[in-house]
């Protein structure tokens, strides 16, 4: 299979390189046998003959348009995708894995902590709506007007009375009285407005 080889880029030690035409995915692209087929599956059937069934060709040097059949394990689908994972440096939203962002949970997977906050953010905010850092009205959530908050913290009601009178919880009407909850109103900025604000 000259005309295989001859597309092959072996001067560099290590990964032979593709030459010709590639896919989208950047692996190699070879007509043979009058299939349109992977390179890297061409140099593996040349060498060793088919690749075994049910199995798939692993780039071990993660070099897809690598075609050196030194370079080329058959391994299962699972066996496959668990690899992939584990070369992964980011996450599947792109947060570079470091030893800051990098969990392993309890099934030896590997998370990425700052999806995991984001998540439980989110689900907090979903059981606490009036919880989230959006400001006041602009808040989808939000219950109160600004005029309700300045009538709040007029405090002419008892937390409880206000709470009943506005419809939101008590606690929401002590974080609007201590500015933890529409500070921006009273001018505090959001970061002073301690842990709360942090979710
Ligand atoms: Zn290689
Ligand atoms: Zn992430």
Redesign the pocket.
Known sequence: MERFWNKVNRAAKGCWLWTATSNRLGYGQFKYRGRMMRAHIVAFELSNGPVPAGLELDHLCGNRACVNPAHLEPVSHAENCRRAKAKRT??????PYTAE?LIINNKGAR??????N?YSRERQWKEHPHHRPLRGAINPNAKLTEAQVVEIRRGTMTGVEAAKHFGVCKNMISLIRTGQAWGHLLGVSSKSQGRRSSF
């Open positions: 980011t996450c599947r939203n792109g947060h962002t998370c990425c902590r700052i999806c995991r984001k």
